[in-house]
């Protein structure tokens, strides 16, 4: 039991709302998540594709909801397996992000390569799951800017939730990209 970011003796993640029923919870947060990606999708957060920068994107999305938005978390986590442990989130953090947008500006001209390395990237940011909650909605906007920056869509109406998730899972028990890489290819195109 978390008892740090959820209420006593339940998994209902403390919330501005002050709501203990998890569904109503994710009723709640479906609603105000989807009107500031929303916003994002006007509006994007301007930054230097840091840590910061995805720091401030988190704040942005869930803002309305939790008090420690935008905060590293300070527990360890895990769904089918384990993130990032705690203690090692900021020197992960520093070796990803400054090779994330990096790396993408140099292979933004040929979409073959951008899609690959993006990939790599993606997985590594996916690993270190920096929030107690929030991580893949603020990893798909971060990444989305990135493409948007260097001249592609990031559409993921060609994938679903569970595609993405048993990639995700795929590249965190294998180290393999490959379903991952799968999936960004029909989702990433060049902008027209």
Not at 22 to 32: F, G, R, Y
């Amino acid at each position: 039991m978390d008892k740090v970011y959820c209420y006593p003796d339940t998994s209902v993640l403390k919330n501005k709302l002050d709501i203990h029923d998890k569904d109503q919870l994710i009723t709640a947060e479906t609603s105000l998540v989807a009107v500031r990606l929303y916003q994002l999708q006007k509006n994007p957060i301007r930054g230097s594709f840091d840590y910061d920068h995805l720091r401030h994107i988190h704040h942005y999305i869930f803002q309305d909801l939790y008090s420690w938005a935008e905060k590293t978390r300070t527990v360890n986590i895990a769904k089918t397996n384990l993130f990032c442990l705690v203690q090692f989130i900021p020197g992960y953090a520093e070796s990803i992000f400054p090779a994330y947008y990096n790396d993408c500006m140099r292979a933004k001209d040929c979409p073959k390569e951008f899609i690959h390395i993006f990939t790599g990237h993606y997985a590594d940011l996916n690993a270190l799951h920096p929030f107690r909650e929030g991580n893949g909605r603020s990893q798909r906007e971060f990444a989305r800017e990135i493409c948007v920056k260097c001249g592609y869509a990031f559409d993921l109406r060609h994938t679903n939730h569970e595609e993405i998730l048993l990639a995700s899972i795929e590249s965190l028990d294998s180290g393999s990209n490959a379903s991952l890489e799968a999936i960004f290819k029909k989702c990433i195109k060049p902008l027209s």
